[in-house]
């Protein structure tokens, strides 16, 4: 039986293996750790995590920016079985809109959605207060084999990696990839539909979803249409091991900006517990075919993250990511590049960080860290980024503290 990750609600079902699930369908490794507040009432299971950063940045350079801002999502699910096969609700819930004021924080690079409006340009949007409302089936069909339906008014359809907020690798780093937009961004979107057939070590998936970007109003639950569609092949050789493929087509995703959007992703995950910590490492990369413009933008992601004697996490990212949207918010300085530079510029990005676990509140597991960003920049826009801009990122990271039987646990470990 397919099933929230490390609810204890009995074995699985034939041909269905317990997984990892983060948002959506997507699965981290099944060993992946995980702190959660387990209950059981009656035949149902319950279970609830969540996490919250405080951050303060300070970024250099001519277009850079300072800000306290705190990045956070609380996740809630119930699960019970039906005849032979499962079913599970599952909410998954953001304060962003109140704790990153002006609709944004700033990061130097990033780009997509709009704020007032206005195209966000080095500056990460907040979440939607509803990150997802979904309800999940599962029923073996064979030994072997078994079905899987999802339908989220607000949800994650078959596209892409596990995005960052959820991701293994990615949870000591408060900031988002400047990938996100070329490789999981639509880890919010509306009117998802997903079947997907699952068999031993695969999972393919297939389904329709509202192709829009959420709007500026993120306390609502946005609508539309299910004018766009994804696909996706998961590969889980092992406890430790999660591959993925996938694609889609997005029908004008973006509000400031022309066309659809043909995305095209592969990525490859890996967990191994330590005796006393874990290390979790990904390599993603992400394509952006523009139909309007008729060009591809690629992004290359490699991210880890050790903790050892169980304290202290060390963390890293490296990102290439293709960005043809720096001077949407400057059309004169656009017009320039465009006869002179042309429209698209290659950014490097390298992220080295530090947390440290301090005991403060019991029922908590709260850390104090920070972590140094590079960005490697073209020389055509270092007059407007300068040479060599950085950022500083510190903050106090707070998770709720896992009860229960299989409080914290590496599930299928």
Known sequence: MEHMPGMDMGPPAPGVPADHAASGTSVNPRSSPMDMIHKRLGGWAFMFHGVVFVADEQQTGPRGGDKLFAPNWFMGTAG???????????????????????????????????????????????????????????????????????????????????????????????????????????????????????RRKFRFEAGGFHGGEPNENRWNIDHGAIDSWAARLTWTPSDNWVGQISAGRLSHPEAAEPGDVVRSTASLTYNRPLTSGNWASSVIWGRNHKTAEQHNLNSYLAESVVQFKKLNYVTGRFELVDKDELFNDRPTIREHLDATAGSTFRIAAYTLGYTRDVKLVPWLVTGIGGNFMLYGVPPAIQPYYGQHPAGLFFFLRVRLKGTGDMAHMHHGG
């Not at 080095?122 to 599962?138: I, K, N």
């Not at 899987?148 to 994650?156: I, K, N, S």
């Open 80 to 198: 019970h079985s039906i005849g032979r096969g499962s079913i599970e609700f599952r909410s998954m819930l953001s304060l962003d809109p109140a704790t990153i004021t002006n609709r944004r924080y700033p990061l130097l690079f990033q780009t997509g959605e709009t704020a007032y409006g206005t195209p966000l340009v080095d500056a990460q949007h907040p979440h939607d207060f509803f990150m997802e409302l979904s309800v999940r089936y599962t029923r073996p069909v064979t030994e072997s084999t078994s079905l899987l339906l999802y339908f989220a008014p607000v949800g994650d359809p078959a596209l892409g990696p596990v995005a960052f907020p959820h991701r293994v690798s990615a949870m000591e780093i408060p900031q988002a990839t400047l990938s996100h937009h070329v490789q999981d961004s639509t880890h919010i979107a509306n009117e998802v539909l997903t079947v997907a057939l699952v």
